[in-house]
């Protein structure tokens, strides 16, 4: 018998009484997490200006949910997890094309 559980970064594999984990890439298409991939995606910033005024503007609306009189909004800002973008991630990339394009 096999079960496969996720946990986190880790998969944690069970046979015949035997337990051991084994761990999982974590990447998302090539970034730390969907998180910034998304913002990269969807975004698509050429600056650091850019990034700056992306991540002002996440901050912004999601305080917005938060403070919202309507239960789905407030739901919304909880399930936003703004920590989990890798800003310098993104900053390193948009420097590196900055580079590559003059």
């Not at 399930?79 to 420097?95: R, S």
Request: glycine residues 0%.
């Amino acid at each position: 018998m096999l079960f496969v559980v996720f946990m986190q970064a880790r998969l944690l594999v069970i046979t015949n009484s035997k337990k051991y984990y084994k761990m999982e890439n974590t990447k998302y298409n090539g970034w730390t997490n969907r998180s910034t991939w998304l913002i990269n995606l969807w975004c698509e910033p050429h600056t650091t200006s850019d990034l700056d005024w992306i991540k002002e503007e996440l901050e912004e609306r999601s305080s917005d949910l938060a403070n919202s009189e309507s239960v789905c909004d407030k739901i919304m800002s909880d399930m936003l997890d703004l920590q989990a973008i890798n800003w310098d991630e993104l900053k390193e990339h948009v420097e590196t094309e900055e580079t590559c394009q003059a």
